[in-house]
């Protein structure tokens, strides 16, 4: 079974967005405000599913694939950095319960007039 996750903004990057402050590193507002939007988003994308499929239970165990496909409007933000927020606010949201569950990953950057990104993740 596959799962469809869509998120309708720009992903931001950690390391985009650290701050440098009275000798250390931390995240600025920015970051913040875009990881608890796409978590919420994500959340409510997970209760709709959660309402028509019995079979599974979140924060998912064990993950066959996670296919991410981003859309951007700028090429430049760097693939990697973009899968790790990625993962990052699918295990916030409670759909993997650890990143480190997804045995196969499938991720391409195309550039078009709209940032989205589109997550399937896929369970047998």
Known sequence: MT??????????TKKNLIMFGKGRFYRGEDWYDFENESVLLLKNQLQNI??????YTFPL???????????????NRDLDNMISTVFDLLQ??????NDKIID??????????????????EVW
């Open 3 to 12: 799962f469809e996750f869509y998120i309708e903004q720009p992903i931001q």
């Open 50 to 55: 959660l309402s028509s499929v019995e079979l």
């Open 92 to 97: 916030k949201a409670g759909i993997v319960s």
């Open 104 to 121: 196969n990953l499938t991720a391409s950057k195309y550039k078009e007039d709209k940032d989205y990104t589109k997550i399937s993740v």
């Open 61 to 75: 165990e064990v993950v066959h694939s996670v296919n991410i496909l981003f859309t951007v409007k700028k090429n």
